[in-house]
């Protein structure tokens, strides 16, 4: 599997986006699955705490100061490459609070229970939608709060609606 070949990431590009287990036993941290060099960096811009580290090229790939993460999101609404999502592993004993963006309508609504779908689109299991999150910015993408399964909290990146 490579992006090239067939879109997804492969493991170890996976591994090197990811926070630390204790990072994420911290709570709330946003994880950048954006592996391509492109020009872009709305991200960078969107960063309310420096999180996202100065891009010295725009067409670098971001960097990101997990210890000054907050997982407020608001990185998520601001990426047109729906590349960033915020992982919660601290929500509850058996359950991961995901945000996750969603850019098709109607948005799903809260607590409604959902398929949530991995890197390829393959089912995977149920979430529960928490929360819409919705930007002031009419152009910002929605993000969906919503849990799932502790053991998902690292494949499941869509969800998806059978209406
Ligand atoms: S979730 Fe918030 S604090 Fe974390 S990188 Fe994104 S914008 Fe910055
Ligand atoms: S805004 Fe999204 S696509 Fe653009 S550089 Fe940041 S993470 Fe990558």
């Not at 699955?33 to 580290?53: M, Q, S, W, Y």
Request: proline share 9%.
């Amino acid at each position: 599997m490579s992006l090239r070949t067939n879109g997804l990431p492969d493991q170890d590009q996976l591994t090197a986006s990811r926070p630390s287990p204790q990072r994420l036993a911290r709570g709330p941290v946003a994880i950048f699955e954006c592996f391509e060099r492109i020009p872009c960096n709305p991200c960078f811009d969107a960063c309310p705490t420096g999180a996202v580290l100065p891009f010295a090229d725009i067409n670098d790939i971001p960097k990101v100061d997990f210890d000054l993460c907050t997982g407020c999101g608001n990185c998520i609404a601001a990426c047109p490459g729906l590349a960033i999502f915020v992982v919660d592993e601290t929500f509850s004993t058996g359950e991961a609070l995901l945000k996750i963006p969603y850019e098709f309508s109607p948005l799903p609504e809260r607590g409604e229970t959902i398929q949530v779908l991995n890197r390829a689109g393959r089912e995977v299991g149920q979430g529960k939608v928490v929360r819409i999150q919705k930007g002031r910015n009419k152009l910002a993408t929605p993000l969906v709060w919503l849990t799932v399964p502790k053991g998902l909290a690292q494949e499941v990146r869509h969800l998806a609606r059978y209406q």
